[in-house]
């Protein structure tokens, strides 16, 4: 299985790219592991955050093939605990999806078109986080899914 995050825009921190790239890394010893970061929407001052998250499904959807399970990191998704989601995930590998997608949207969430291609929605927290903090502690998670799966001791309980 492939696993491709894809997120709206790059991120200004050299820290935080540093931060998804050590992990993307080591997600890639488990599995084919991609962050493609889609480019910012141009001219965002003169349009709607409607206009804005249209621009941006568009070009979400246009990354998407038929076969893929795409999930979206969304604060109204589901919540799980590091475990938990470690065998969300296991059952994803298990289930013989070729490509899981998981997609960090722009500042204003997804449009109505992306929510509907969507499989599923995951939230990290309750909590608001900036849309590229969201990218390492999202892709740190990946990772440790993969250690929990594999009883490696990353994560303790």
């Given at each position: 299985?492939?696993?491709e995050l894809i997120v709206i825009g790059k991120t200004d921190s050299k820290e935080i790219a540093a931060l998804v790239e050590l992990y993307a890394r080591r997600v890639n010893h488990y599995c084919r592991f991609a962050v493609t970061a889609l480019p910012d929407v141009r001219n965002t001052?003169?349009?709607t955050v409607r206009q804005q998250r249209t621009a941006e499904g568009e070009a979400i959807l246009r990354q998407l093939t038929d076969g893929d399970y795409v999930t979206l990191l969304d604060e109204r998704g589901e919540?799980?605990?590091s475990v938990e989601f470690a065998l969300w995930l296991q059952k994803r590998l298990n289930s013989g999806v070729k490509?899981?997608?998981l997609v960090i949207g722009g500042p204003y969430g997804f449009s109505d078109e992306?929510?509907?291609r969507a499989d599923g929605r995951l939230s990290l927290s309750r909590m608001t986080f900036?849309?590229?903090i969201v990218r390492a502690i999202f892709?740190?998670?990946?990772y440790r899914a993969f250690t929990i799966l594999n009883n490696e001791p990353y994560h303790h309980e």
């Open positions: 299985m492939t696993i001052k003169s349009m919540e799980y605990r490509r899981l997608v992306v929510y509907a900036s849309h590229q892709a740190e998670q990946i």
